[in-house]
């Protein structure tokens, strides 16, 4: 059985940092297609950051610079590091497993049930 907990989300202001995990059981981080997403008020989920099994990542434009997603393969945890948060990175970050099929294309087969990030004025 596979199971992604996350953790690490709290109230942030704006400008400063968080680091995000998700431990997984049932599966490696290194041996399928990782992410995070984010679900923020009245708007629909968004891929936030990806990472493939050969560690080649991608990022939503809104993010770039500001947030990095790795993986302790040890651990079995996948990260995501928020730099220079703002008002509008508020939402619930989730973490996924899944394939990849090319051309930015994935498909997710598992979620972990979210960690609320909130960004102060």
């Known amino acids: 059985q596979v199971q992604l907990v996350e953790s690490g989300g709290g109230l942030v202001q704006a400008g400063g940092s968080l680091r995000l995990s998700c431990l997984a059981s049932?599966?490696?981080?290194?041996?399928?297609?990782m992410a995070w997403h984010r679900r923020a008020p009245g708007k629909q989920r968004e891929l936030v950051a990806a990472?493939?099994?050969?560690?080649?990542?991608n990022y939503a434009d809104s993010v770039k610079g500001r947030f990095t997603i790795s993986r302790d393969n040890a651990k079995n945890t996948l990260y995501l590091q928020l730099n220079g948060l703002k008002p509008e990175d508020t939402a619930v970050y989730y973490c996924?497993?899944?394939?990849?099929?090319?051309?930015?294309?994935?498909?997710?087969?598992?979620w972990g049930q979210g960690t609320q990030v909130t960004v102060s004025i």
């Open positions: 049932g599966t490696s981080v290194s041996g399928r297609s």
């Open positions: 990472i493939r099994i050969i560690g080649a990542t």
């Open positions: 996924s497993a899944g394939r990849y099929y090319g051309s930015n294309s994935y498909s997710w087969d598992y």
